[in-house]
């Protein structure tokens, strides 16, 4: 399996612009999470999925940000409009229900809104 | 509710020390633990996992961790650092009856020659 894959890499975008962010999780994992990570911080929650259905957005900053999981292959993560403070690594990861099962990462997305 | 500390936002050793780092957790119920890292511009990478069937977990590159269930603890230990161990390390709990896992702080490790 290629893990959890995310694009882009990197965005630079100005502020007052849409951003969305994409994620493909790994195969027959049931959970799909959101994370952002800042030097101020750290490691946030944001939203997660279970069989992609929304089950705690209590995370999402404010209603700029929204997230959507149109079908177990695929998320995105929207910002509408984007601020300088959103600039931030997001994150998104997967995982299977069961017994210890972790979470897999993808690589990350660097925001930079300027 | 389930939670970690992770006692050090920065831990820093010599090359082929002893790498010690401290976790805490609390969870109401029997909980699974894990150990991350995160090297520079990458995702968190699994290192180890508790998932009860043994409290000592050897994960890879040679770390491992020990679960304290009088001490509810789980540090994270490596009897020699490498160069190649300068990271940040991420504990977590995740309780044993739902998907909500909780991330400590975060431990940046450095390594000095």
């Known amino acids: 399996d290629a893990g959890v894959i995310q694009s882009p890499r990197h965005e630079v975008t100005e502020m007052g612009q849409e951003v969305t962010l994409r994620c493909k999780p790994i195969?027959?994992?049931?959970?799909l999470f959101w994370y952002r990570q800042t030097m101020m911080r750290g490691l946030e929650l944001l939203i997660y999925f279970n069989n992609n259905v929304p089950i705690d957005d209590s995370g999402m900053p404010e209603d700029r940000f929204s997230a959507k999981m149109p079908n177990a292959s695929f998320s995105t993560l929207k910002i509408q409009p984007s601020e300088p403070r959103d600039s931030a690594v997001y994150f998104c990861a997967s995982s299977l229900l069961g017994v210890g099962n972790g979470y897999t990462f993808g690589s990350g997305t660097r925001l930079t809104v300027v | 509710a389930q939670s970690v500390t992770q006692l050090g936002s920065h831990v820093s050793v010599s090359e082929g020390a002893l790498v010690l780092l401290r976790c805490n957790y609390s969870s109401s119920v029997p909980p699974y633990l894990f150990w991350y890292v995160q090297y520079p511009n990458q995702g968190l990478q699994l290192l180890l996992k508790?998932?009860?069937?043994?409290?000592l977990v050897k994960g890879i590159n040679g770390f491992e961790a020990e679960f304290k269930k009088s001490e509810t603890s789980f540090h994270l230990t490596k009897p020699s650092a490498h160069m190649s161990d300068a990271a940040e390390y991420f504990c977590?709990?995740?309780?044993?009856?739902?998907?909500?896992?909780?991330f400590g702080a975060g431990t940046r490790l450095t390594v000095k020659p």
């Open positions: 195969s027959g994992h049931d959970y």
């Open positions: 508790y998932t009860s069937a043994a409290t």
């Open positions: 977590a709990v995740l309780p044993g009856n739902n998907n909500d896992m909780r």
